[in-house]
C-alpha cells in the first residue's frame, strides 16, 4: 500500500525555511541569509508620524470598548 499522507505537526515547513536561510555552510545547499545587503531602515520619529493615526484609532477603540462593557454589563 502506498501511503501518501503528509506530517500534520509542520516539521517539513520548519525544515523548509531553516534550509532556505542557512548561512552558507552547506556549500551548494546554502540558502539565501535574509540579513544581508541593504535594508530600508526608518527614524523613530518618521515610524512615529505614519502610526499617529492608527494609535489615535486604537485609542477611540478601547474607549468605545469600555463604554459598551458599561452599558452591556452595567459597570
Known amino acids: ?3 501518501k499522507r503528509t506530517e500534520a505537526c ?4 520548519m525544515t523548509s ?3 532556505m536561510t542557512t548561512d552558507g555552510e ?3 545547499r546554502a540558502g539565501r541569509n535574509p540579513f544581508d545587503g541593504d535594508r530600508i531602515e526608518v527614524s ?3 515610524m512615529q508620524a505614519v502610526n499617529r ?3 489615535w484609532l486604537g485609542r477611540v477603540k478601547r474607549r468605545l470598548d469600555e ?4 452599558l452591556t454589563y452595567g459597570r
Open 1 to 3: 500500500m502506498d501511503d
Open 10 to 13: 509542520g516539521r517539513c515547513s
Open 17 to 19: 525555511v531553516v534550509s
Open 26 to 28: 552547506d556549500g551548494e
Open 44 to 46: 523613530e520619529a518618521e
Open 53 to 55: 493615526h492608527q494609535v
Open 67 to 70: 463604554v459598551a462593557t458599561r
